[in-house]
Protein backbone atom coordinates (compact mmCIF):
# COMPACT_ATOMS: atom_id res chain seq x y z
CA UNK A 1 0.00 0.00 0.00
CA UNK A 2 3.04 2.72 0.97
CA UNK A 3 4.22 1.79 -2.41
CA UNK A 4 1.78 2.29 -4.22
CA UNK A 5 1.29 5.65 -2.79
CA UNK A 6 4.51 6.73 -3.23
CA UNK A 7 4.50 5.52 -6.75
CA UNK A 8 1.37 7.63 -6.99
CA UNK A 9 2.73 10.87 -5.74
CA UNK A 10 5.95 10.37 -8.00
CA UNK A 11 3.82 9.84 -11.12
CA UNK A 12 1.84 12.94 -9.78
CA UNK A 13 4.73 15.66 -9.43
CA UNK A 14 5.62 13.98 -12.59
CA UNK A 15 2.46 15.53 -14.55
CA UNK A 16 2.57 18.56 -12.72
CA UNK A 17 5.86 19.54 -13.83
CA UNK A 18 5.08 18.56 -17.10
CA UNK A 19 1.91 20.20 -16.78
CA UNK A 20 3.56 23.38 -15.59
CA UNK A 21 6.07 23.39 -18.80
CA UNK A 22 3.75 22.34 -21.48
CA UNK A 23 2.47 25.48 -22.08
CA UNK A 24 2.95 25.55 -25.60
CA UNK A 25 -0.44 26.42 -27.67
CA UNK A 26 -1.40 23.20 -29.77
CA UNK A 27 -1.45 24.13 -33.56
CA UNK A 28 -2.39 22.41 -36.98
CA UNK A 29 -1.64 21.80 -40.44
CA UNK A 30 -2.48 19.69 -42.94
CA UNK A 31 0.24 17.21 -44.63
CA UNK A 32 -1.55 15.12 -47.32
CA UNK A 33 -5.28 13.47 -46.52
CA UNK A 34 -4.92 14.43 -42.94
CA UNK A 35 -5.16 17.38 -40.28
CA UNK A 36 -1.71 16.99 -37.79
CA UNK A 37 -1.46 18.53 -34.37
CA UNK A 38 1.90 19.50 -33.13
CA UNK A 39 3.25 21.46 -30.45
CA UNK A 40 6.27 23.88 -30.12
CA UNK A 41 8.49 24.79 -27.06
CA UNK A 42 11.63 26.00 -25.69
CA UNK A 43 14.76 27.66 -25.84
CA UNK A 44 17.73 27.47 -28.67
CA UNK A 45 18.11 27.12 -32.29
CA UNK A 46 18.76 23.48 -33.14
CA UNK A 47 15.47 21.71 -33.64
CA UNK A 48 14.22 18.27 -31.98
CA UNK A 49 11.64 16.33 -33.05
CA UNK A 50 10.28 13.87 -30.82
CA UNK A 51 8.37 11.12 -32.29
CA UNK A 52 6.22 8.73 -30.32
CA UNK A 53 5.34 4.97 -30.64
CA UNK A 54 2.03 3.12 -31.85
CA UNK A 55 -1.17 4.24 -29.65
CA UNK A 56 0.63 7.12 -27.79
CA UNK A 57 0.67 10.92 -28.45
CA UNK A 58 2.97 13.92 -27.98
CA UNK A 59 2.33 13.72 -24.03
CA UNK A 60 4.12 10.42 -23.68
CA UNK A 61 7.04 12.91 -23.92
CA UNK A 62 6.47 14.37 -20.69
CA UNK A 63 9.36 12.95 -18.80
CA UNK A 64 11.80 14.16 -21.74
CA UNK A 65 9.97 17.47 -22.09
CA UNK A 66 10.96 19.31 -18.88
CA UNK A 67 14.82 18.45 -20.31
CA UNK A 68 15.00 18.59 -23.42
CA UNK A 69 13.73 22.05 -24.10
CA UNK A 70 16.16 23.01 -21.60
CA UNK A 71 18.39 23.06 -24.65
CA UNK A 72 16.51 22.57 -28.07
CA UNK A 73 13.34 23.90 -29.81
CA UNK A 74 11.37 21.10 -29.22
CA UNK A 75 8.77 19.88 -31.69
CA UNK A 76 6.12 16.98 -30.66
CA UNK A 77 3.71 15.76 -32.87
CA UNK A 78 0.05 13.62 -32.89
CA UNK A 79 1.07 11.14 -35.75
CA UNK A 80 -2.13 10.46 -38.09
CA UNK A 81 -4.97 8.94 -35.63
CA UNK A 82 -3.45 9.30 -32.84
CA UNK A 83 -4.04 12.10 -30.01
CA UNK A 84 -5.64 15.17 -31.73
CA UNK A 85 -4.56 14.34 -35.29
CA UNK A 86 -7.05 12.90 -38.02
CA UNK A 87 -6.83 9.77 -40.03
CA UNK A 88 -8.60 8.96 -43.03
CA UNK A 89 -8.96 5.23 -44.82
CA UNK A 90 -5.64 4.98 -46.27
CA UNK A 91 -2.56 2.25 -46.15
CA UNK A 92 -0.62 2.77 -43.33
CA UNK A 93 2.82 2.38 -43.40
CA UNK A 94 5.89 3.80 -42.22
CA UNK A 95 7.30 5.75 -45.68
CA UNK A 96 3.85 7.71 -45.12
CA UNK A 97 4.48 8.05 -41.63
CA UNK A 98 7.76 9.86 -42.28
CA UNK A 99 6.42 11.98 -45.20
CA UNK A 100 4.25 13.22 -42.40
CA UNK A 101 7.26 14.55 -40.29
CA UNK A 102 8.98 16.00 -43.51
CA UNK A 103 5.99 17.71 -44.10
CA UNK A 104 5.65 19.03 -41.12
CA UNK A 105 9.40 20.47 -41.25
CA UNK A 106 8.10 22.57 -44.10
CA UNK A 107 5.77 23.54 -42.57
CA UNK A 108 8.20 25.12 -39.87
CA UNK A 109 11.01 25.48 -42.36
CA UNK A 110 13.48 23.32 -40.49
CA UNK A 111 16.16 22.52 -42.79
CA UNK A 112 17.85 19.45 -40.39
CA UNK A 113 16.79 18.52 -36.75
CA UNK A 114 17.82 15.48 -34.37
CA UNK A 115 15.18 12.97 -34.07
CA UNK A 116 14.50 10.84 -31.07
CA UNK A 117 11.85 8.31 -31.77
CA UNK A 118 10.49 5.56 -29.94
CA UNK A 119 8.95 2.47 -31.42
CA UNK A 120 6.84 3.48 -34.41
CA UNK A 121 9.10 6.83 -33.96
CA UNK A 122 12.40 4.80 -33.87
CA UNK A 123 11.00 3.24 -37.47
CA UNK A 124 9.81 6.36 -38.47
CA UNK A 125 13.27 8.14 -37.72
CA UNK A 126 15.30 5.18 -39.62
CA UNK A 127 13.08 5.98 -42.65
CA UNK A 128 13.81 9.46 -42.56
CA UNK A 129 17.65 8.66 -42.27
CA UNK A 130 17.68 6.34 -45.07
CA UNK A 131 15.85 8.17 -47.27
CA UNK A 132 16.47 11.61 -46.33
CA UNK A 133 19.95 12.12 -44.78
CA UNK A 134 19.95 15.61 -45.32
CA UNK A 135 17.15 16.30 -43.03
CA UNK A 136 18.89 13.98 -39.92
CA UNK A 137 21.90 15.26 -37.84
CA UNK A 138 21.48 12.87 -34.88
CA UNK A 139 19.27 9.59 -34.37
CA UNK A 140 18.04 8.19 -31.25
CA UNK A 141 15.79 5.24 -31.69
CA UNK A 142 14.29 3.57 -28.42
CA UNK A 143 13.11 0.10 -28.51
CA UNK A 144 12.96 0.13 -32.32
CA UNK A 145 13.12 -2.60 -34.79
CA UNK A 146 13.85 -2.76 -38.77
CA UNK A 147 12.17 -5.80 -39.86
CA UNK A 148 9.04 -7.76 -37.69
CA UNK A 149 9.05 -11.57 -36.74
CA UNK A 150 9.45 -13.92 -33.78
CA UNK A 151 13.26 -13.06 -34.17
CA UNK A 152 12.80 -9.44 -33.70
CA UNK A 153 9.95 -9.40 -31.51
CA UNK A 154 8.70 -12.05 -28.95
CA UNK A 155 6.01 -14.00 -30.12
CA UNK A 156 3.18 -12.85 -27.77
CA UNK A 157 3.39 -9.23 -28.86
CA UNK A 158 2.47 -10.19 -32.05
CA UNK A 159 0.07 -12.03 -30.29
CA UNK A 160 -1.50 -9.63 -28.85
CA UNK A 161 -1.39 -6.88 -31.50
CA UNK A 162 -3.62 -10.01 -33.39
CA UNK A 163 -6.06 -9.93 -31.02
CA UNK A 164 -6.76 -6.21 -31.08
CA UNK A 165 -10.56 -5.47 -32.52
CA UNK A 166 -12.27 -2.01 -32.60
CA UNK A 167 -14.03 -2.38 -29.41
CA UNK A 168 -10.34 -2.54 -27.52
CA UNK A 169 -8.81 0.14 -29.22
CA UNK A 170 -12.36 2.25 -29.13
CA UNK A 171 -12.05 1.79 -25.18
CA UNK A 172 -8.14 2.74 -25.31
CA UNK A 173 -8.67 5.76 -27.57
CA UNK A 174 -11.24 6.95 -25.39
CA UNK A 175 -9.70 6.99 -21.85
CA UNK A 176 -6.40 7.77 -22.91
CA UNK A 177 -7.42 11.00 -25.84
CA UNK A 178 -8.87 13.82 -24.78
CA UNK A 179 -10.21 15.43 -27.93
CA UNK A 180 -10.17 12.19 -30.15
CA UNK A 181 -11.43 12.64 -33.66
CA UNK A 182 -11.32 9.55 -35.20
CA UNK A 183 -14.35 7.89 -33.72
CA UNK A 184 -16.53 7.55 -36.32
CA UNK A 185 -13.33 5.19 -38.09
CA UNK A 186 -11.90 3.20 -34.73
CA UNK A 187 -12.67 -0.01 -37.32
CA UNK A 188 -10.58 1.25 -40.54
CA UNK A 189 -7.75 2.84 -38.08
CA UNK A 190 -7.76 -0.83 -36.22
CA UNK A 191 -7.46 -2.82 -38.91
CA UNK A 192 -4.94 -0.17 -40.78
CA UNK A 193 -2.54 -0.23 -37.52
CA UNK A 194 -2.70 -4.06 -37.33
CA UNK A 195 -1.47 -4.58 -40.52
CA UNK A 196 1.41 -2.16 -40.71
CA UNK A 197 2.38 -3.66 -37.21
CA UNK A 198 2.37 -6.77 -38.51
CA UNK A 199 3.84 -6.71 -41.14
CA UNK A 200 6.27 -3.73 -41.26
CA UNK A 201 8.69 -2.38 -41.08
CA UNK A 202 10.46 -4.30 -43.61
CA UNK A 203 13.97 -2.64 -43.90
CA UNK A 204 17.20 -4.65 -45.04
CA UNK A 205 20.22 -4.39 -43.24
CA UNK A 206 21.70 -2.43 -46.67
CA UNK A 207 19.42 -0.28 -45.84
CA UNK A 208 20.58 0.64 -42.35
CA UNK A 209 23.91 0.86 -43.82
CA UNK A 210 22.98 3.60 -45.72
CA UNK A 211 22.63 5.94 -42.71
CA UNK A 212 25.07 8.26 -42.46
CA UNK A 213 24.10 10.52 -39.23
CA UNK A 214 25.02 9.52 -35.57
CA UNK A 215 22.92 7.39 -34.02
CA UNK A 216 22.12 6.08 -30.78
CA UNK A 217 19.96 2.90 -30.14
CA UNK A 218 18.31 2.26 -26.98
CA UNK A 219 16.51 -0.44 -25.56
CA UNK A 220 15.57 -2.11 -22.17
CA UNK A 221 17.34 -4.97 -20.96
CA UNK A 222 14.41 -6.67 -20.93
CA UNK A 223 13.05 -5.38 -24.07
CA UNK A 224 9.64 -7.02 -26.23
CA UNK A 225 12.43 -6.16 -28.79
CA UNK A 226 15.19 -9.10 -28.52
CA UNK A 227 18.70 -7.58 -27.52
CA UNK A 228 19.82 -9.68 -30.72
CA UNK A 229 17.95 -7.47 -32.72
CA UNK A 230 18.87 -4.53 -31.72
CA UNK A 231 22.96 -4.75 -31.33
CA UNK A 232 22.47 -6.00 -34.93
CA UNK A 233 20.82 -2.87 -35.52
CA UNK A 234 23.91 -0.89 -34.15
CA UNK A 235 26.50 -2.82 -35.70
CA UNK A 236 25.30 -2.14 -39.69
CA UNK A 237 25.43 1.40 -39.13
CA UNK A 238 28.46 3.33 -39.33
CA UNK A 239 28.04 6.13 -37.08
CA UNK A 240 26.17 3.67 -34.48
CA UNK A 241 26.17 3.70 -30.33
CA UNK A 242 24.13 1.35 -28.23
CA UNK A 243 23.20 1.63 -24.63
CA UNK A 244 21.34 -1.12 -23.31
CA UNK A 245 19.33 0.45 -19.84
CA UNK A 246 19.23 -2.11 -17.25
CA UNK A 247 16.54 -2.68 -15.24
CA UNK A 248 13.99 -1.93 -18.09
CA UNK A 249 11.38 -3.46 -20.21
CA UNK A 250 10.13 -1.10 -23.24
CA UNK A 251 9.92 1.93 -21.95
CA UNK A 252 13.39 3.00 -20.86
CA UNK A 253 12.22 6.36 -21.29
CA UNK A 254 9.71 6.49 -18.61
CA UNK A 255 11.30 3.73 -16.36
CA UNK A 256 14.58 5.48 -15.56
CA UNK A 257 13.44 9.29 -17.30
CA UNK A 258 16.59 11.01 -15.59
CA UNK A 259 19.67 8.28 -16.53
CA UNK A 260 17.83 8.05 -20.27
CA UNK A 261 17.48 11.64 -20.79
CA UNK A 262 21.52 12.31 -19.42
CA UNK A 263 22.38 9.68 -21.70
CA UNK A 264 20.34 11.51 -24.83
CA UNK A 265 21.35 14.72 -24.14
CA UNK A 266 25.16 13.63 -23.52
CA UNK A 267 24.56 12.03 -27.54
CA UNK A 268 23.09 14.95 -28.70
CA UNK A 269 25.17 17.64 -27.45
CA UNK A 270 28.57 16.12 -28.24
CA UNK A 271 30.98 15.44 -31.49
CA UNK A 272 29.96 11.74 -32.34
CA UNK A 273 33.96 9.96 -32.23
CA UNK A 274 33.74 6.62 -33.26
CA UNK A 275 35.69 4.10 -30.64
CA UNK A 276 37.74 2.25 -32.32
CA UNK A 277 37.87 -1.43 -30.65
CA UNK A 278 41.81 -2.06 -31.08
Keep these: MKKALVSALILLVSFSLFSQN ?37 QNW ?43 MIELKIDSAHIVGFGDGGIIGLNLAINHPEKVRKLVAIGANYKVDTSVVYHEVLDKVKEWDENKIYTYMRNNFKGY ?36 FMAGDHDIIKLSHTSEMYENVKQGNLSIISGTKHYPQKEKPELVNAIILEFLNKKFIKLLRF
Design 181 to 216: RNFGMIKQFTERMKTMLLTEPNLTLSDLQKIKCPTL
Design 62 to 104: DRQLVDFAKRYKVVTLDNRGHGKSTFTDRKMDYVLLSEDVLNL
Design 22 to 58: DTAQGKFFKSDDVELHYKVQGKGTDYLILLHGSLEGM
